[in-house]
């Protein structure tokens, strides 16, 4: 018995030694692959932070100006993405409600048709079949016909609960046109994205015509002072919505000898194209709207006396999370930030959402000073945040029950499970990695004002992170 106890005793010793050697050893490579990274021509004006932690025992592994803020671009998600899960659930629903407050007579309602938003980004969305446009009109109408409409004054919309700033704090012009730079409303339809289309002609410095969009955009036209350029130079075209103009400005190149060029846009109001469509949904299927007022909000509408008709439910958040992640959808974290904000605070306000991200993790020992957020995607330059913060999370993350969710909907680059983070001069990998030794690690590794290509930095950020390989 004795020989035994001493035999373990002295094979737990060897695993402990052995473990630490290991640690040790990837210790030290990450250090001289993180100086020849930082010494590169590439980082002569920019500045790197990584910070690397061992899964199981949260023993830190390497770190390197973890406690400087950096932009995290698009590597922000995980962050928003967790406190949707810590805040509203994995299995939370989005759930839109139309509802009636007038009596009917002879078939005809006398009065109007109430929205009450919800945020939800999904709404019209391709990516499910329950979510498509057809989808959600087919079940729309066939409630309100269920329930004896024939027709109706307006369509209101609960303004009360929605912040009407859209667009959050900090981000470009140049972005906010274009597909990826679609803010969040109370109502968002088909992810406040629309395809404009191109025709350029068959010499480089043709002009190129706007031929459409899809869908049909209610209300609003584009002036195109977009080139032809050589073939192959791709998609080199933005469209700019001057404050307060219906006219779209678009600018740029793309390729000789294109029939119909696609570019994908964001909507400069996802809630009203929402409306419209809903409106020509309507009097196609014989519902007619008799007013041609516009669409009244308001900001008292007591729904405890309302009759609702119909209400619009979303994927769960596991799902949107899903996508979230994998596609980098902006418009799903500013709306995920609003959401939290309004369904605990009863405003869907990206400033409220972000102090409540903030007290979340204060309270979990993140100091908020590391946490300086101001959107929830991360396409601002101004967002500030720390790597030890972004792994601190994603530690956090590891041990509850949606982390099976959560690690599925990460994106996979160079072999490893990790969020990506793309904007100007920035770029950024966190996630988690098993080593084929069997560690388990959780990494974040931030670059700021980098010159060159971001293809070469990402290659040369890769060889660093190859040593949790």
Known sequence: MYNTMKKLFLFLSLSLISVSLIAQNVSTKLQQAFQVFESDSQMRNGIASLYVIDAKTGKVVFERNGQVGLAPASTQKIITSITAYELLGKDFTYKTQFGINSQIENNKLKGAIYIRPSGDPTLGSWRWNATKEDAVMNRIIKSIKANGIGNFTAFVVDANSWNDEVIPDG????????????????????????????????????????????????????????????????????????????????????????????????????????????QDSLSKAG????????????????????????????????????????????????????????????????????????????????????????????????NRVTTHAQV?????????????????????????????????????????????????????????????????????????LDVLK
Do not use: C
Request: hydrophobic content about 35%; charged content about 20%.
């Open 171 to 278: 981000w470009i012009w140049q972005d906010i046109g274009n597909y990826y730079g679609a803010g969040a409303d109370g109502i968002n339809w088909r992810e406040n994205q629309y395809d404009l289309l191109l025709r350029s002609g068959a010499t480089i410095g043709d002009p190129v015509k706007v031929i459409g969009t899809k869908p049909e955009l209610y209300n609003y036209s584009f002036t195109s002072y977009v080139s032809s350029a050589a073939k192959g130079t791709g998609d080199n075209a933005y469209i700019y919505f001057p404050l307060k103009s219906s006219t779209g400005i678009v600018r740029g190149t793309i390729p000789v000898n294109e029939a119909r060029f696609v570019i994908s846009g964001a909507m400069p109001s996802g809630r009203d194209q929402f409306i419209y469509t809903l």
């Open 287 to 382: 519902i007619k709207r008799m007013l041609n007022s516009t669409t009244e909000e308001a900001n008292a509408i007591d729904w405890n006396k309302m009759k609702i008709i119909h209400t619009e439910t979303s994927p769960p958040l596991d799902s949107i999370i899903f996508w979230f992640n994998r596609r980098s959808i902006n418009l799903y974290g500013e709306a995920l930030l609003k959401t939290t904000a309004y369904q605990k605070k009863g405003k869907g306000s990206t400033d409220e959402g972000l102090k409540m991200l903030k007290d979340l993790w204060t309270g979990n020992g993140i100091s908020s000073t590391e946490l300086n957020m101001v959107d929830g995607s991360g396409l601002s330059p101004l």
């Open 392 to 464: 601190s999370i994603l530690l956090h993350a590891r041990k509850q029950p949606y982390y099976t969710g959560f690690h599925l909907s990460l994106p996979e680059f160079n072999g490893m499970k990790m969020k990506s983070g793309t904007i100007r001069g920035a770029k950024g990998f966190t996630g988690y990695h098993t080593s084929k030794d069997g560690n388990e690690y959780v990494f974040s590794f931030l670059v700021n004002n980098y010159n060159g290509s971001a293809s070469a930095i990402v290659q040369k950020m890769y060889k660093v």
